[in-house]
């Protein structure tokens, strides 16, 4: 009786595993397939295009300080 008790005991513990374990796979899987991801994506391309605009206008105020003289477009006059 205590064998049998202690191979049921196991079985039960290793499908108990196995079904927590195939739980957190799935609930990966379905985390996979929202737009969360692609939503964090963009919002770190976006951050990014946002910060090399920021330096190009930081060049353009170093310039401006500097008193250099610009056209009509927005280009620097060539000397």
């Keep these: 009786m205590k064998i049998l008790k202690f191979i049921l005991n196991i079985i039960w513990t290793l ?15 379905l985390w996979s397939k929202t737009s969360f991801d692609e939503k964090a994506i963009s919002v770190v391309k976006e ?13 353009d105020v170093k310039d401006a300080i500097k008193g250099k003289k610009f056209n009509k ?7």
Excluded: F, H, Q
């Excluded at 499908?15 to 899987?29: D, E, K, M």
């Design 15 to 29: 499908s108990l595993r196995n079904i927590c374990v195939w739980t957190i796979l799935g609930w990966y899987w």
């Design 47 to 59: 951050t990014v295009r946002r910060s090399k605009n920021a330096a190009r206008e930081m060049g």
């Design 73 to 79: 477009n927005g280009s620097p006059k060539k000397k």
